[in-house]
């Protein structure tokens, strides 16, 4: 089983440049979430879907766009990548209760 | 507002002794709490749900509590091996299920 598939595992991108982290789901989920995790600091929630055609803040949405034009993609973009934009980000997306995770990608911007 | 405490920020134990993680929680109105390990380099996976009305529940050697009156949820792990270090994350859920709140999680070591 699938499950929850992030694309790239890890990525090193220059300052200003854009990007798109890729995240795809096979188990008909609606709501999807995209979050950060830094050290000391937890996971924080950048932006949310709660059903295809909708998105919504998080804590931490500026630098950051989503779109959920299907149920399965939520495709994450870094407009001008910044270095405080360097962590490992996580994709998740949830039935109702328990929520499933990505393996995440790693990215450092230099 | 919406909080999650958790404590020790961070463990060191033998392989085989016992230890217990806590977790505090702020959030209203609450519905349920869960419990997730996250390995190194890997996306978090849930070990146990805890809901209003229970007080205790096990997974193996993982027993999870809640006590609603006092916003408190404790993870005990029994006889620990190895494979138990991890990062665990304790994570509210408001009642309309719209919010999932994060505590900042306790890094486990559990060394031979």
């Known amino acids: 089983t699938a499950g929850i598939t992030q694309a790239p595992t890890s990525q090193i991108l220059a300052a200003g440049r854009s990007m798109t982290l890729r995240c795809t789901q096979d188990?008909?989920?609606?709501?999807m979430y995209w979050y950060r995790q830094d050290l000391g600091l937890g996971l924080r929630l950048i932006h949310y879907?709660?059903?295809?055609?909708?998105?919504g803040k998080g804590e931490v949405p500026d630098g950051y766009s989503v779109s959920r034009a299907n149920t399965d993609d939520f495709p994450l973009t870094l407009a001008s990548a910044v270095p405080s934009q360097t962590s490992v980000y996580f994709c998740?997306?949830?039935?109702?209760?328990?929520?499933?995770f990505g393996q995440g990608t790693r990215l450092t911007v230099v | 507002k919406n909080q999650v405490e958790q404590s020790p920020q961070s463990l060191i134990i033998l392989e085989g002794k016992n230890c217990t993680l806590q977790?505090?929680?702020?959030?209203?109105?609450?519905?349920?709490l869960r419990w997730y390990k996250q390995d190194t380099g890997r996306g978090p996976v849930s070990l146990t749900i805890?809901?209003?009305?229970?007080n205790t529940k096990s997974n193996g050697r993982y027993t999870a509590t809640l006590d609603a009156d006092t916003k408190q949820s404790s993870l005990h792990i029994t006889a620990s091996q190895l494979s138990d270090s991890a990062s665990y994350i304790c994570?509210?859920?408001?009642?309309?299920?719209?919010?999932?709140?994060f505590g900042k999680g306790t890094t486990l070591s559990v060394s031979s």
């Open positions: 977790c505090n929680y702020t959030v209203s109105p609450f519905s349920n």
């Open positions: 879907s709660n059903t295809a055609g909708t998105t």
């Open positions: 994570v509210a859920y408001n009642q309309a299920g719209t919010a999932l709140i």
């Open positions: 998740a997306s949830r039935p109702s209760i328990e929520a499933f």
């Open positions: 188990m008909r989920h609606n709501a």
């Open positions: 805890m809901t209003f009305s229970e």
